[in-house]
């Protein structure tokens, strides 16, 4: 049975950090393109960030470049993604996707306050 279960949302000021995990069970993160998505009070969800299984090539939305970074960590069999500099605008569920399963996590919260 395919399992994504988010955890490391939290209230945070702006301009401090937060990882973010998504710990999965059923199958294998190394051999899925995984994503980080968003969605913001209002807003509809974006993607964040992508790893790829080729040569672990990353992709980042460019509201976030440079600031977060998405990594797995295979013995784990994990999916993370660390935000640093956070801004109120981060605000938002947070949520790990398996891109060819179609499969998501329940999602995280993060909250930015100014």
């Known amino acids: 049975q395919v399992q994504l279960v988010e955890s490391g949302g939290a209230l945070v000021q702006a301009g401090g950090s937060l990882r973010l995990s998504c710990a999965a069970s059923?199958?294998?993160?190394?051999?899925?393109?995984m994503s980080w998505y968003r969605q913001g009070p209002g807003k509809e969800r974006e993607m964040v960030a992508t790893?790829?299984?080729?040569?672990?090539?990353?992709y980042y939305a460019d509201s976030v470049k440079g600031r977060f970074t998405i990594s797995r960590d295979n013995a784990k069999n994990a999916l993370y993604l660390q935000m640093n500099s956070l801004k109120p605008e981060d605000t938002a569920r947070y949520y790990c996707?398996?891109?060819?399963?179609?499969?998501w996590g329940q999602g995280t919260q993060v909250t930015v306050s100014s």
């Open positions: 996707y398996v891109i060819a399963r179609n499969f």
């Open positions: 790893i790829r299984t080729a040569g672990d090539r990353t």
């Open positions: 059923g199958f294998t993160v190394s051999a899925y393109a």
